[in-house]
T-cell receptor
């Protein structure tokens, strides 16, 4: 399987705390993307980091990428109840089509 | 609201039925995708269309038949499905195949096979 791994599988925090999710992937990549999925909905793209980038910010989101370790992390700062969702990393390989290989996902619960 | 529209939202069908899932986008994207997602699992790629031509078929059983009538539409024809095919079917699109672009997802069709 080319599926990536994420940890933790589930994370429960209080509103206002930070949440960190980690992702590992298997092959050389073109980019690494993070998506959010609310229950019963489709995936929403959050942020894309290219293989030559090490860190990227978007609002309360901070993503890091370590290609030598084939790993990435997503930090959500000052979490809100509305951040409750599943978060997936997805890697796009260096060669071939634009298809993504998704990680196993982290289920985040933010308690008000 | 998402920019990728999928219909129907829910579908219940028997194993002998024939039905179709539909997906539409008007963002001018030239790559479109079908994914299957089981509960508490990540999406699994089924098919990729690039410039309206099938470019990837991830060894999907022939009871699933994709069709791309034009650059805005993507269909998934279903026939003689099995109970294990019950899942959320997601459609996605992206600007240009093979580029550093995110995918835009619809909200999916929840399919139940009786």
């Amino acid at each position: 399987s080319q599926q990536g791994e994420e940890d933790p599988q589930a994370l429960s925090i209080q509103e206002g705390e930070n949440a960190t999710m980690n992702c590992s992937y298997k092959t050389s990549i073109n980019n690494l993307q993070w998506y959010r999925q609310n229950s019963g909905r489709g995936l929403v793209h959050l942020i894309l980091i290219r293989s030559n980038e090490r860190e990227k910010h978007s609002g309360r989101l901070r993503v890091t990428l370590d290609t030598s370790k084939k790993s990435s992390s997503l930090l959500i700062t000052a979490s809100r109840a509305a951040d409750t969702a599943s978060y997936f990393c997805a890697s796009q390989r260096q060669t071939g089509a634009n298809n993504l290989f998704f990680g196993t996902g982290t289920r985040l619960t933010v308690i008000p | 609201d998402t920019e990728v529209t999928q219909t129907p939202k829910h579908l219940v069908m028997g194993m002998t039925n024939k039905k179709s899932l539909k997906c539409e986008q008007h963002m001018g994207h030239r790559a479109m995708y079908w994914y299957k997602q089981k509960a508490k699992k990540p999406p699994e790629l089924m098919f990729v269309y690039s410039y309206e031509k099938l470019s990837i078929n991830e060894s999907v059983p022939s009871r699933f038949s994709p069709e791309c009538p034009n650059s805005s539409l993507l269909n998934l024809h279903l026939h003689a499905l099995q109970p294990e095919d019950s899942a959320l079917y997601l459609c996605a699109s992206s600007q240009v195949p093979g580029s550093n672009q995110p995918q835009h997802f619809g909200d999916g069709t929840r399919l139940s096979i009786l």
